[in-house]
């Protein structure tokens, strides 16, 4: 099992930069893949980038490529968002989940059905 806290979102401008931050603690030896996700209202959780605990291999939806950027501190068991270029679309609330077990690669194609752990999500406000 694993708890999942979301930290640092928050209002910036257009074309301005954020960094939201997940912490995850439980068995943390248990999961290899964490994946940010984000939704607004009326509409279903997209799953933005992915990050494998072990290999540090990362992948991302087309729209957030050059824009966004996973990492994570293992030691910390915590996996950053840094986001910049932030436009109006990005408006959204982050979530981040996890799966347990291994699996030897992460894909941002899998959807939250695949991801039975979240966190509360953070709020991400990007006005014009």
């Known amino acids: 099992q694993f708890q999942l806290v979301e930290s640092g979102g928050g209002s910036v401008q257009a074309g301005g930069s954020l960094r939201v931050s997940c912490e995850v603690s439980g068995d943390t030896s248990t999961y290899n893949c964490l994946a940010w996700f984000r939704q607004t209202p009326g509409k279903g959780r997209e799953e933005v980038a992915t990050?494998?605990?072990?290999?540090?291999?990362?992948s991302y939806i087309d729209s957030v490529k050059r824009r966004f950027t996973i990492s994570q501190d293992n030691a910390k068991n915590t996996v950053y968002l840094q986001m910049n270029k932030l436009s109006t679309d990005d408006t959204a609330m982050y979530y981040c989940a996890t799966r347990q077990g291994y699996s030897p690669m992460c894909r941002v194609t899998w959807g939250p059905r695949e991801f039975p752990f979240w966190g509360q999500g953070t709020q991400v406000t990007v006005s014009s």
């Open positions: 990050i494998h605990r072990g290999r540090g291999a990362t």
